[in-house]
Nanobody, 124 residues
Framework: QVQLVESGGGLVQAGGSLSLSCAAS????????MGWFRQAPGKEREFVAA????????FYSNSVKGRFTISRDNAKNTVSLQMNSLKPEDTAVYYC?????????????????WGQGTQVTVSS
């Protein structure tokens, strides 16, 4: 099993920045890719970004590309999401997820482990 704990959410004005962190523990060596997803009220969970643990290769949704940066620290077993130029439509609960070998990195159902989520609210 792998446990994931997110931190760093909060309230920020539009145009501002926030950084989220996800600490992984347990059998982290089994995780192939880490992802960030978000879910706004009344909407489905949406892919944000993903990163391969070993190579650091990154993937982004079109809606955040150029504004968000995902990174990992293998020694600390943490994954971060730096969010810049935030917009009100970025408001959501953000979830960290771990995938063993997802076929499609943007598909939430492909991930086996999930954190509890952290709220990000962007005011206009």
């Amino acid at each position: 099993q792998v446990q994931l704990v997110e931190s760093g959410g909060g309230l920020v004005q539009a145009g501002g920045s926030l950084s989220l962190s996800c600490a992984a523990s347990g059998r982290t060596s089994s995780v192939y890719v880490m992802g960030w997803f978000r879910q706004a009220p009344g909407k489905e969970r949406e892919f944000v970004a993903a990163i391969k643990w070993s190579s650091g290769t990154t993937f982004y949704s079109n809606s955040v590309k150029g504004r968000f940066t995902i990174s990992r620290d293998n020694a600390k077993n943490t994954v971060s999401l730096q969010m810049n130029s935030l917009k009100p439509e970025d408001t959501a609960v953000y979830y960290c997820a771990g995938g063993l070998r997802p076929a499609v990195y943007s598909r939430a159902g492909e991930y086996s482990y999930w954190g509890q989520g952290t709220q990000v609210t962007v005011s206009s």
